[in-house]
């Protein structure tokens, strides 16, 4: 098998022939066979044997293709469209979400009491990779322009604590800073954000946990819309600032100041000093100003939390167009979550640029696999509750959805979480799918902007990196439109998929050009730097 059949059916086949310049799905029955009125249904592949319920639909009703449920179907969830056998295949989006637990006749609402998961064989070959063809006239926005080269959406001072020890005062050095006026007269600096976190000591000072903390921290100390950087440990701990300055190489850079608690005398004392060292940060980055850069500079990370059904059908493929077009511009996407990509790691294999690249992500899922063994977990733990109760069964199916998030260009890099991401175009990082810790992840390796997708709704913000937020459905739009920046629900009643993805690259453009996005106004971000934490807690 090679490309991608289920994002090829959802970008140009079945269901959006029926929403560009056509009808709407309500008035599409495959056979003739479907009563006036019936309630809306999709199939997304030809080769499904399910439906997808698109509004909720009462036991006995006649629905698409001749069928007639025999229970009540929630809105997002599925319908058997043809008898499925004990043991066999479910497939919605063209691939395997579960098998059948047992018999599953027509009409029948197909969920976690008659599906499960068990491993099966899938394709890792390669599939033929294009080129991107470059856009046509390269987009632009207004961006903070970096000594190094990096370019900014945001004009950050960040204030990181070495160890949970230390969050404290990291946290007192920014509220000071915030109700003493010192910001006043420093109109092109975002703020000051304390990034905490509650590890840092009570670890192995070497191995793979030390590693990637450390690799965390000077990542997010070097995402290029950190301006200024001040480090406040404790002293004592495992994880030493010296050690890690030692280990980047960083000398007499005026960017980044640090000191510890006890060597500064105390809680007070270092407080003071912190103020002081704000001080001295603060003139530094006000002199950064906006500058029209071209779109290649920016590092969009892709999330999706608290999804549903639709999350598969509109906003995920959304931001997949928008990560296309991003990538004609030269930019760079970062497809994440590792437990929400199993099941579709072959989609991704095909899409790889080379051999390297798709051996790269096999040893990531491999990883996992072990990593669960040794822990007790398994992957299909995955979806929560209320993935289940928007209409998700499976993580297979959860996972087929999500991949959509990354379009369709070519798999370029695969990076270790918190790994600076130089290469362009489509890129994934190992992370987990907790999305704090996904995201704290993808903003250490380099990510300036960030899109997050939702379809139960999620209460999300990055400090220092804007987040915007997608809906799946309308109902939700209208019910969290302070939040919500974005309605993506309008794809199932007329907008495509190709004029949604557009939109979304062009709101990407104003947020990175200063535009504040919904969770910046609400004042989210100052609690969601959450390092991923592996290894023995000692």
């Not at 599939?127 to 959406?153: I, L, S």
């Not at 070497?206 to 990542?219: C, K, N, P």
């Not at 950064?288 to 549903?308: K, W, Y």
Request: proline letters at 6%; charged letters at 20%; a neutral charge.
């Amino acid at each position: 098998m090679t490309g991608l059949p289920f994002i090829g059916k959802i970008h140009t086949g079945i269901f959006h022939s029926t929403t560009r310049g056509g009808p709407p799905p309500r008035a599409r029955a495959r056979n003739g066979t479907r009563p006036m009125n019936a309630p809306t249904t999709v199939r997304l592949n030809d080769a499904d044997n399910v439906l997808v319920a698109i509004e909720p639909i009462a036991s006995g009703t006649g629905v698409a293709e001749g069928l007639v449920t025999s229970a009540r179907i929630p809105r997002g969830h599925k319908i058997a469209s043809a008898p499925i056998e004990a043991g066999a295949p479910v497939r919605k989006f063209g691939q395997i979400i579960g098998f059948a637990k047992e018999a599953i006749a027509p009409g029948a609402w197909v969920h976690e009491h008659n599906v499960e998961v068990h491993e099966f064989a899938r394709d890792y070959t390669l599939g033929e990779v294009k080129p991107v063809e470059p856009a046509a006239a390269p987009a632009t926005f207004m961006g903070f322009r970096r000594a190094n080269g990096q370019v900014g959406t945001r004009n950050y001072i960040a204030i990181l604590s070495s160890v949970n020890c230390a969050a404290t005062v990291a946290r007192q050095i920014a509220l000071r800073a915030e109700r003493s006026g010192l910001l006043d007269g420093f109109p092109n600096v975002d703020g000051i954000v304390p990034l905490t976190h509650g590890t840092g000591c009570g670890m192995a000072a070497d191995g793979e946990g030390y590693e990637l903390l450390e690799r965390t921290l000077w990542g997010a100390a070097c995402n290029p819309n950190v301006a200024g950087v001040l480090f406040i440990g404790l002293g004592c701990e495992v994880l030493q600032i010296a050690r890690m300055t030692a280990r980047y190489g960083l000398k007499d850079d005026p960017r980044f100041h640090w000191m510890t608690i006890q060597d500064s005398g105390g809680t007070p004392a270092t407080i003071e000093a912190g103020l002081a060292a704000l001080r001295e940060i603060l003139p530094r980055a006000d002199a950064a100003r906006r500058e029209p850069l071209p779109a290649s500079h920016l590092i969009l990370a892709l999330q999706c939390g608290g999804s549903d059904a639709y999350s598969g059908l509109t906003a995920n493929p959304a931001l997949g167009e928008a990560a296309d077009i991003l990538v004609r511009h030269g930019g760079t996407a970062i497809l994440s979550e590792t437990p929400e990509i199993y099941g579709a790691e072959h989609l991704l294999v095909h899409r790889a640029a080379s051999r390297r690249v798709a051996d790269d992500l096999l040893a990531r899922i491999d990883w996992w696999r072990d990593y669960l063994a040794r822990t007790g977990g398994q992957m299909n733990n995955n979806p929560s509750p209320g993935n289940k109760a928007g209409g998700l069964t499976t993580i297979l199916e959860k996972s087929l959805g999500a991949v959509a998030k990354g379009g369709t260009t070519p798999l370029t890099a695969v990076y270790r979480y918190a790994e600076p991401v130089t290469e362009r175009g489509f890129v994934f990082m190992d992370t987990p799918g907790y999305d704090p810790v996904s995201v704290t992840g993808q903003v250490a390796g380099g990510a300036n902007i960030l899109c997050f997708t939702t379809g139960r709704g999620s209460a999300f913000g990055c400090k220092p990196v804007p987040s915007i937020k997608l809906a799946t459905n309308s109902d939700l739009y209208r019910r969290m439109e302070t939040d919500m920046d974005i309605d993506c629900g309008d794809i199932l009643s007329g907008t495509t998929i190709a004029q949604k993805g557009e939109e979304i690259f062009r709101h990407l453009l104003d947020v990175a050009s200063g535009a504040r996005t919904k969770s910046e106004r609400l004042g989210y971000g100052d609690n969601e730097f959450v390092p991923w934490q592996v290894g023995a807690v000692m």
